[in-house]
């Protein structure tokens, strides 16, 4: 009887400590999971915060280079990003932006490629 007491407190501690553990490796990847970022529509542009974003001016903006500030881009981070009004697909944002788009609503190269969300 008296020999079955420490063998249940250390697996209780042991029980604890795995649970301490495992519960602090978890916390820590959730940290690293909330790096996010967030892309200018417009111009591709990475900022670490929405409000960083939406006070610049955007050298990309419609109505001229910095005629505006950038527009948050809404849809999900992608390894590939598909052009809403053309199709083609582009690795960023920022390369996607920087080309005309012959399918523009505004006409044939009247604007650049913009991405579907
Ligand atoms: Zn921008
Ligand atoms: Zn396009």
């Known amino acids: 009887m008296k020999n079955k007491i420490p063998t249940i407190s250390i697996t209780a ?6 649970i301490i553990l495992s519960s602090g490796i978890q916390s820590e990847k959730g940290g690293k999971m909330q790096q996010k970022y967030y892309y200018c529509e417009y111009c591709g542009h990475r900022f670490p915060s929405v409000r960083l974003l939406t006070s610049a001016p955007c050298v990309r903006h419609p109505d001229g280079p910095n005629k505006g500030r950038h527009k948050l881009y809404e849809g999900t981070e992608k390894s590939e990003y598909t052009c809403k009004y053309c199709g083609r697909k582009f690795p960023s944002i920022m390369l ?3 080309a005309p788009c012959v399918n523009h609503p505004k006409g044939p190269n009247k ?3 913009s991405p579907a969300l």
Do not use: V
Not at 13 to 18: E, F, G, Q, R, V
């Open 96 to 98: 996607m932006t920087a």
């Open 13 to 18: 501690i042991c029980l604890l400590a795995l």
């Open 111 to 113: 604007g650049n490629h």
